[in-house]
């Protein structure tokens, strides 16, 4: 895409409902099939999903996820640290010029878990390239960054099968 081509927004995509990943993997794909250039970055992200056997097998765009392995089995300091690298990861990938499309997937996660500050978040949605939209997901998305993000969604849960005992579903929930 070329610059200035098109005003780069933030995106947030919060709530208690389904459908935040998954919408961004969507405006994702759509983005990429625009010839937009797409990187999606995971904090916290131990589940591997069809998505991350999807952006393996056609390497269409990087699926990058920070938090591989157990995330129960990891003290809070590792944890830190993996929000850390994800964190230096995220603001490299966004100012490096090579992306239209930065997602920031469960960074609100990683900030609700104390790993990551509001400034900090404040601090790269201030540093977003004009050219570059930014989606930012997770429950508990703080009402600063709501306020100043350009499009909020909050998925509110009318129902979920979780409630009635059906158990994570192999393509549907991971
Ligand atoms: P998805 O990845 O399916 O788009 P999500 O990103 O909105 O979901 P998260 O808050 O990241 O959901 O939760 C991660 C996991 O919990 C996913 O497997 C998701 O399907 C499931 N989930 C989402 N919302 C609910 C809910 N209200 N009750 C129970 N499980 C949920
Ligand atoms: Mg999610």
Not at 101 to 106: A, T
Request: charge should be neutral.
């Amino acid at each position: 895409m070329a610059e200035g081509q098109f005003d780069g927004l933030i995106q947030v995509y919060t709530g208690d409902g389904k459908g935040k990943t998954t919408a961004a993997l969507g405006q994702a794909i759509r983005a990429y099939g625009q010839g937009l250039k797409v990187i999606f970055i995971q904090f916290l992200k131990s589940q591997s999903g069809g998505e991350h056997i999807f952006a393996d097998k056609f390497k269409l765009f990087e699926i990058i996820r920070f938090g591989k392995g157990d995330l129960f089995q990891k003290s809070e300091q590792e944890l830190l640290q993996e929000t850390r690298e994800a964190y230096e990861f995220a603001k490299k990938a966004m100012v490096s010029g090579k992306y239209d499309l930065v997602v920031l997937d469960e960074i609100f996660i990683a900030h609700w878990r104390g790993f990551l500050s509001l400034q900090q978040i404040i601090d790269l949605m201030q540093m977003k390239p004009g050219n570059v939209e930014l989606i930012m997901t997770g429950r508990k998305a703080p009402q600063e960054v709501v306020k100043r993000a350009d499009l909020v969604t909050e998925m509110l849960v009318i129902k979920h099968p979780f409630a009635e005992g059906v158990q994570q579903r192999r393509g549907i929930e991971y």
